[in-house]
């Protein structure tokens, strides 16, 4: 079981129940708090980090980076047949009238800007406590920003531990995003459709609309509301600490300030030193553009069947032949012509080509 709803998050407004608070965005403020509704904007108010311990009185601190945030003190003890403690997280878009920077939420999901919003995640786990790890995804029947959203709640539980589960019942199965989804739903005031990944992985990226797509097809929600928030973080019920989004970032093909602009904004070089069955890979990316690019995730694909064992300067993962490299948490911007190098070591038989296909943000990148 999880929250009935959210508490308002804006440091200084308190909230119960189906309270509603209004709050301006916040400014500059220091990177930890235990603050219980605290929130603190990062990479210039693009996304906001909020502590919203809405479900207890135990202490909980966070500490913000420019990408994300970890939990570094979490006291929690609740029932695991209930509501847990909290939802310390990062989040775009707008909640309870605390709206982050250019964000262009809300969003009609039936627009053509909606069907090309990316997220992508990296997490880090404890080995203790009862927790899950999930995105909130929130979508209204009105373009509100303020206030409980009454359309529908989607939930991507990437990882739990302990015995919890989401709201509602089983309904089904879906693969989405490389992965294999229980699909849970039910209604608490608005309806709450839960994906929980049956393999747990510690990172994602993926078009927000796959998931919605399915919400519809399910009946759960509806084409014409409007996108709110989306939101990724953590809801513990006992302990917490050590829980962290290393990165977090929302994407949409360039059209968002952390994108590249469409043509020539990125350069990616890369360069392979082969032996027998195996290879290590250097990646230098090039921001070719006037602005600069605050969080970066780079995609390719194989051509064979190379397969990456470990790497450095960046959160690397791998779904058959596609790859995903996400910033670490000291290399994230990248400044006009400026660069950022990364690499891997990895497996491989028969011929280590080259890949070509690099693409930062969602934009296509030129080689060499």
Not at 302 to 323: C, D, E, K, L, R
Not at 327 to 349: E, L, R
Request: with cysteine; glycine share 14%.
């Amino acid at each position: 079981m999880r929250r009935l709803v959210r508490a308002v998050v804006a440091i200084g407004v308190l909230a119960g129940g189906l309270t509603a608070g209004v709050a301006s965005p916040p400014a500059a403020q220091a990177a930890s708090t235990c603050e219980k509704f605290a929130s603190i904007p990062i990479q210039n108010g693009r996304y906001i980090v909020q502590n919203n311990v809405w479900g207890a009185d135990t202490t909980q601190c966070i500490n913000t980076t420019n990408s994300g945030f970890s939990v570094t003190q979490a006291n929690h003890n609740k029932p695991t047949n209930g509501a847990p403690a909290s939802y310390p997280s990062v989040y775009f878009g707008c909640h309870y009238a605390n709206c982050s920077s250019g964000s262009g939420l809300p969003l009609q999901a039936s627009t053509s800007t909606f069907a090309g919003l990316r997220s992508s995640v990296s997490m880090s786990y404890p080995g203790s406590g009862t927790w899950d790890a999930a995105y909130d995804i929130w979508f209204d029947p009105t373009p509100r920003t303020d206030g409980q959203n009454t359309g529908a709640e989607i939930m991507i539980w990437l990882n739990r531990q302990g015995s919890i589960q989401p709201v509602g019942s089983r309904v089904g199965t879906a693969n989405i995003a490389g992965g294999t989804w229980d699909v849970w739903f039910g209604n608490i005031g608005w309806n709450v459709v839960s994906y929980v990944r049956t393999s747990a992985t510690s990172g994602l990226d993926f078009t927000v609309n796959d998931f919605f797509s399915d919400t519809v097809n399910r009946g759960y929600g509806q084409r014409n509301w409007y996108l709110t928030s989306i939101q990724a973080g953590f809801e513990p019920w006992i302990g917490g600490t050590g829980l962290a989004v290393n990165n977090f970032s929302v994407t949409s093909g360039g059209s968002n300030p952390t994108d590249p602009p469409p043509g020539n904004g990125c350069r990616v070089t890369y360069q392979a030193t082969s032996w027998q069955n195996g290879f290590t890979a250097d990646v230098t990316v090039g921001n070719t553009s006037s602005g600069a690019v605050n969080g970066w995730t780079l995609t390719w694909s194989f051509a064979g069947n190379q397969q990456i064992t470990s790497g450095w300067n960046a959160a690397i993962t791998q779904n058959g032949s596609a790859v995903t490299a996400r910033n670490a948490g000291h290399n994230g911007t990248i400044s006009p012509n400026g660069t950022t190098t990364f690499g891997f070591q990895g497996t491989y038989s028969g011929t280590n080509a080259t890949p070509s296909n690099f693409a930062l943000n969602g934009t296509a990148c030129t080689n060499g």
